[in-house]
């Protein structure tokens, strides 16, 4: 290979790994406390502090209470009501004037007799008179009978006018209070569908914060792996630097005592890929620095904290699954297609409100009163101012103007289209599961092809330095060689942070309980 040919292909190689290596991290560069963290940890404090994670417990919250005030139709409501009413005169009612007509009459009157019993009468002394009669004088008197004759009376036909008359009802100020009462018996299905509304959006929040602590766990969790390879790609450019300038070192040694065939022109273009891979290592260091601040911001930290991660390296465990089968689970966790669920049920629930319309509703009222009034006449008597009373009501839907028969349309359209959105969901978690699974397969592959490839590397550069120092091997067949292990450990390191990228992925689209399947030890062959 010619040398023009070997710096060309060294220095791309160097700009390869400082863009390769740069795009592995993100976050914040300065740092007013460090903390060294396990990935456990990191997940943990992220979920005390998450302000996403305590919003989604609001909106479960909200969805409790909504469905407890559905539920609240089963029962009767009572109420308590009390006041004072003054008015500014007291009411009355005005009896208006009239005439009172009066027909002609004959009175017959038959004749009779009226019998009287024997008695003695006494006249008292001095009663005409001083000293008459001197005393008490007793006079008998003897039974008689008194006959009346019959007689006829003939009264004329007569108008009696009565006047106009104002009436008093009740003073002006007046005390009151009810104690009423409403039990709804019968009303269609009406509660029936706002109880399955309620309970179908009880269920969409809380897939909607387990969607939430989903997402906290992928987030830290691809953070942390990134702070991760962040530092082993970092120190990947220091050690591949630190060699480089050993062996410009030695290059310079070589070329200035004249020894083998070292030339000036070999000094220089090693010179100039370890200026160049010094200048990728700095910038390795920033993204490092920011990946670790990124990771301190997502779970909680300030911005300028910094959270180390504990491991040293991505952990890796083969997944063992059948694709048909984890697919064929995967719609019993998915937090998506829970949500998709609870939607139908509320558009089900919709539908059963929406007909209630059509149905008469029936209920039970009762009351019982107390008014206070300082008058006791007209309306304000003692009859009047307290007392109970019980009902039944019953409403009966006539028309409306096909009201109810277009809310039902609606409510069934809503259906229609969630059921027609559900096909589309089960296709599309399919393919992602799929396809995530498809990436697992690969990234397993490659971690092993690029473990050998690594390994090699390794030695062909221990060779080629030990070689060199024996001027056995040119100048850039070095650089190329420790060039050349630096992009395979990147390569290698980059595979195991996909793998755990995916899995991590996995678990958001489908949940932790069919993805911890496919680390399960248990698993044979994809089924458990």
Not at 343 to 349: L, R
Request: aromatic share 8%; net charge negative; proline share 5%.
């Amino acid at each position: 290979m010619r040398r023009g040919h070997v710096y060309r292909w060294t220095r791309g190689r160097v700009i390869l790994i400082a863009v390769f290596l740069a795009a592995g991290a993100s976050g914040q560069a300065w740092a007013a406390e460090s903390r060294t963290l396990s990935l456990d940890q990191c997940i943990d404090m992220a979920m005390q502090r998450s302000r996403a994670r305590s919003a989604s417990g609001y909106a479960v919250a909200a969805a409790e209470a909504q469905h407890r005030q559905a539920l609240s139709g089963y029962w009767p409501q009572v109420d308590l009501k009390g006041g004072f009413l003054r008015t500014d005169q007291p009411p009355n009612f005005i009896f208006p004037a009239s005439d009172m007509q009066l027909p002609a009459q004959n009175i017959d009157v038959p004749p009779t007799s009226i019998q009287t019993p024997g008695m003695t009468v006494t006249i008292p002394a001095d009663a005409f008179g001083p000293g008459f009669p001197p005393q008490d004088v007793p006079i008998p008197v003897p039974p008689q009978t008194v006959n009346v004759p019959g007689q006829n009376f003939n009264v004329p036909a007569q108008q009696l006018p009565i006047p106009e008359q104002e009436i008093k009802l009740a003073d002006e100020n007046s005390w009151f209070g009810t104690l009423g009462a409403r039990w709804l018996l019968w009303d269609g299905g009406m509660r029936k569908g706002i109880r399955q509304q309620s309970r179908a959006g009880l269920d969409v929040a809380n897939e909607e914060n387990r969607r939430t602590d989903l997402e906290i766990v992928d987030s830290v969790t691809r953070l942390y792996h990134g702070a991760v390879m962040a530092r082993q790609v970092g120190d990947v450019g220091r050690d591949t630097l630190a060699r480089m300038e050993a062996t410009l070192s030695l290059t310079e040694t070589m070329y200035k005592e004249g020894a083998g065939t070292v030339k000036k022109t070999d000094y220089l273009s090693n010179k100039v890929m370890v200026e160049t891979l010094r200048s990728a290592v700095a910038l390795l260091e920033k993204n490092e620095a920011l990946a670790q601040a990124a990771l301190a911001y997502t779970i909680g930290l300030a911005w300028s904290d910094t959270v180390i991660p504990a491991d040293k390296e991505i952990p890796f465990e083969p997944s063992h699954v059948d694709l048909e089968a984890l697919v064929g689970e995967a719609y019993a966790f998915s937090p998506e297609w829970k949500r998709l669920e609870g939607g139908t049920a509320a558009a089900e629930g919709a539908v059963r409100e929406a007909k209630s319309g059509y149905y008469p509703k029936l209920a039970l009222t009762g009351e019982l009163y107390k008014w206070r009034n300082d008058f006791s006449a007209g309306l304000a008597t003692e009859t009047n101012k307290q007392g109970w009373m019980v009902g039944l009501g019953i409403e009966v839907p006539i028309f409306r103007g096909n009201l109810n028969r277009n809310r039902v349309r609606e409510a069934r359209a809503r259906l229609n289209k969630i059921n027609e959105e559900s096909i589309l969901l089960r296709e599309g978690i399919g393919l992602q599961v799929r396809e995530i699974v498809l990436g697992l397969i690969a990234t397993e592959k490659q971690y092993q092809a690029t473990l050998d490839a690594k390994t090699s590397a390794t030695e062909n550069r221990d060779l080629n330095t030990r070689a060199y120092q024996n001027d056995l091997v040119e100048t850039e067949d070095v650089i190329r060689a420790q060039l050349t292990e630096a992009l395979m450990s990147a390569l290698h390191y980059k595979m195991r942070y996909e793998h755990a990228e995916l899995l991590s992925r996995l678990n958001l689209v489908v949940g932790t309980e069919v993805a911890s399947r496919l680390t399960d030890p248990q698993v044979q062959g994809g089924t458990p």
